[in-house]
């Protein structure tokens, strides 16, 4: 099947990164990755909020004049006032399509077009039905859903984006309690915002030195790098119309080329694999919710 | 305020209706409730029998039907709703907003939960559920602080159930796939974490190593009691340190802040352990109804005896206290 069609976003970089490496980061993106969308902001710790705050415009006109449609993350986990104050500031003062990852930001995207991030659950088609009919206009599925309920889902809706993580380390938890500030001694109230300390995340071994998980803030992620190539094929026979990267800590423009070759089938999934490796090394390759098994294994179907 | 109480077998509920539980929350024997562990839950007839044998006692039966439905088999878990409502449930405790949406609309007038595990953080979250779905009561996850819980608890139009005594876990509910990536089993999708199929205890030289999907989660020298391999409780490397990275093994108890919850309008107070034996039940369910009949200053000495069916023997206030954090 043909993955020409299928557009490429560039979801928002989960870690916390130095406020100007975090600029030109998304300027770089803007003048020369070949991403169709790009969703910028802070969606793991609102206590990060403020030190994008006074660049997110600037980054947004960059990205547009760029040719970006730009996507505004919602925050992942609300609690506090302050939370939703920032929340609510955010989306009123932009025309933006603001991309929900928390319930409670449905009920201010009511009426007007919005997309759902992947922490949203949505494992089937009622659901799905829900939220189009609140005005989501695309979906980037959960991680962990395996192909066949992507393709069941991505049957029913022609008229909506789905999109499925293609790239990129992928969100395992979120708590109320950061283990990374924890992890040096410190705890979340007064957290010195020592997750800036690891911008590709905090490695979690197990007790046989054994890479597992990364850290990174209230979120945890994945070890490995999760890596979908081979199916693209498939996923786009059912309907799915993007792929989500993720960014990490490397040349993210390079692997959006890489991606943009492969759907334009100038490359074949093993090269494309290859590539990757070569941008990302180090760290293993994973696709294994995808296939419906854990989800650190890796599944060739070259 | 109502205590709702947990049973996995047929004859736990007995226990906890002669413990004077107000409500009893169970499931079916199937992947349509977050406890599907070999051996536990309810048949249909057992679900039938169960409900009515409250009933005749004045205790009402809420069914966790709190996983989320797989995407071209939603007729399990749409049969699951059916058949709590044919068999009477005073309510149905739902997580996937696609099965709330079926049974506000096939079943108006049942009684409909909102579990924890759908990620009803806040107010707003709340406010669109109850909007949506008519739902009464929402069980509220263990991310929050107490003022959190009473700041909720005094704007939403629906009634607030807080767990108060059992398991933690320590990621937001419904929103923790760590158990899916070490053992492709998940919590949301299987009703299971971190499940004993995949467990595997080892000897190495003098210590116990217990693993999960092939990770090592623990290590126990001879002297320390070897613990169960829940994922988000083990012992990991950092850097050059080890140690509990998310939690130590500890379980929740806010028992001595009954008062604070009260006073705070919460409705109803969860107790976690469906997986737990008949003992637990029993000992844990009278003593948290004494304690709720006890002056705020005896909850303490009344409830002290609860310690030995905390994990480790060890109890966290967790999220309810800021310093968790």
């Not at chain 1, 020592?194 to 070890?223: H, K």
């Not at chain 2, 906890?16 to 009893?24: H, K, L, N, S, T």
Request: aromatic share 8%; hydrophobic share 45%; with cysteine.
């Amino acid at each position: 099947m043909n993955t020409r069609a299928m557009n490429i976003t560039l979801g928002p970089v989960p870690y916390l990164w130095a406020v100007d490496e975090w600029r030109d980061f998304y300027f770089r993106i803007a003048d020369e990755a070949p991403a169709d969308t790009v969703t910028v902001g802070e969606f793991v710790c609102s206590k990060r909020l403020h030190f994008f705050d006074s660049m997110l415009d600037q980054v947004i006109s960059r990205l547009e004049r760029g040719g970006k449609k730009v996507h505004l993350a919602g925050l992942g986990l609300l609690t506090l006032e302050r939370e939703h104050r920032a929340q609510r500031r955010l989306i009123g003062g932009h025309d933006q399509i603001v991309e929900v990852s928390d319930l409670s930001t449905l009920m201010q995207v009511k009426g007007r077009p919005h997309a759902i991030g992947p922490l949203v659950n949505i494992y089937n088609v009622a659901t799905t039905h829900l939220f189009a009919a609140n005005g989501a206009i695309s979906i980037c599925l959960p991680p962990e859903l395996p192909m066949r309920s992507v393709e069941i889902i991505a049957a029913d809706f022609p008229d909506l984006t789905i999109e499925v993580l293609a790239f990129g380390r992928t969100p395992l938890a979120i708590s109320a309690r950061c283990a990374h500030a924890r992890a040096k001694g410190n705890t979340k109230d007064n957290c010195q915002f020592v997750c800036g300390e690891e911008p590709d995340g905090l490695v979690v071994q197990t007790l046989d030195r054994q890479p597992f998980l990364v850290l990174n803030g209230v979120q945890t992620m994945s070890y490995t790098c999760h890596v979908v190539l081979a199916e693209l094929p498939t996923l786009a026979a059912a309907g799915v119309r993007s792929i989500r990267l993720s960014p990490q800590r490397c040349d993210m423009v390079a692997v959006a080329r890489t991606y943009r070759a492969l759907l334009d089938g100038a490359l074949e999934a093993g090269a494309a694999r290859e590539e990757l490796a070569t941008i990302y090394p180090g760290v293993p390759f994973s696709n294994g919710f995808i296939h419906g098994i854990a989800g650190a294994e890796w599944v060739d179907a070259a | 305020m109502e205590l709702i109480c947990p049973a996995g077998t047929p004859s736990a509920y007995r226990d906890a209706v002669d413990a004077c539980a107000d409500a009893i929350y169970c499931g079916f024997r199937d992947e349509t409730n977050a406890r599907n562990f070999p051996g536990l839950n309810f048949s249909r007839r057992e679900m039938a029998d169960a409900i009515a044998y409250g009933r005749h006692r004045g205790v009402k039966t809420l069914v966790a039907i709190n996983t989320f439905m797989r995407a071209g088999e939603e007729g399990l878990w749409y049969r699951a709703v059916d058949d709590a409502v044919e068999f009477g449930a005073s309510a149905v405790i739902l997580a996937d907003l696609g099965l709330m949406a079926y049974t506000a609309s096939a079943h108006p007038d049942q009684r409909l939960h909102v579990s924890v595990q759908a990620a009803a953080t806040n107010a707003e979250a709340i406010a669109f559920l109850a909007a949506a779905f008519g739902a009464r009561r929402v069980v509220l996850p263990r991310v929050l602080t107490l003022n959190e819980v009473a700041a909720i608890a005094s704007t939403v139009s629906c009634e607030v159930e807080v767990f108060v005594f059992g398991g933690l876990c320590v990621m937001a509910e419904g929103r923790c796939s760590l158990s899916s990536y070490a053992t492709g089993q998940s919590p949301n999708m299987h009703g299971v974490c971190s499940p004993a199929s995949h467990v595997r205890y080892r000897e190495d030289g003098t210590h116990m190593v217990s693993e999960l999907g092939g990770y090592t989660i623990n290590r126990f020298s001879r002297d320390e009691p070897v613990g169960y391999p829940t994922l988000c409780k083990g012992r990991f490397n950092i850097g050059d340190a080890n140690g509990y990275a998310f939690e130590d093994p500890v379980s929740l108890d806010i028992l001595k802040e009954i008062d604070v919850l009260r006073k705070a309008g919460v409705k109803a107070l969860k107790i976690e352990g469906r997986q737990r034996g008949r003992a637990y039940v029993a000992s844990v369910v009278s003593t948290i109804r004494k304690a709720l009949a006890a002056p705020p200053e005896a909850v303490a000495d009344v409830t002290a005896g609860l310690r030995e069916f905390s994990e480790g023997q060890k109890t966290t206030s967790g999220a309810y206290k800021k310093r968790w954090r």
